[in-house]
């Protein structure tokens, strides 16, 4: 009985082990460099955001191209037209 305790717990362990190595493939199409605390990052869905150092959206994924920060503001084009943005993500 006390092997198969034993028996248990140790395939649980391993089970555990392995299920936590595994990935879920690359979690961004391309990413650019930080400026300002912000990178911008093509997601999985063709559309470019910002993240912080966390890897966490600053700046939602909506954008057909984006470009790095420089002054507080970035440029980024959507619908075939370029402007540029605050930190937020508010059009300037």
């Known amino acids: ?14 089970g555990i082990g392995l299920t936590g190595c595994e990935s879920a493939g690359p979690r961004y199409k391309e990413v650019r460099s930080y400026s300002e605390g912000l990178a911008p990052v093509k997601a999985n869905n063709d559309r470019w955001g910002y993240i912080n150092a966390n890897q966490q959206w600053v ?10 920060f420089k002054d507080g503001k970035a440029a980024v084009r959507m619908n075939k037209r370029w402007g540029f943005i605050n930190k937020q993500g508010d059009w300037l």
Not at 1 to 14: G, Y
Not at 60 to 68: C, L, S, T
């Open 1 to 14: 009985m006390m092997k198969n305790v034993i028996f248990f717990v140790a395939f649980m362990l391993f």
């Open 59 to 68: 700046i939602q994924p909506r954008f057909d191209e984006a470009r790095e």
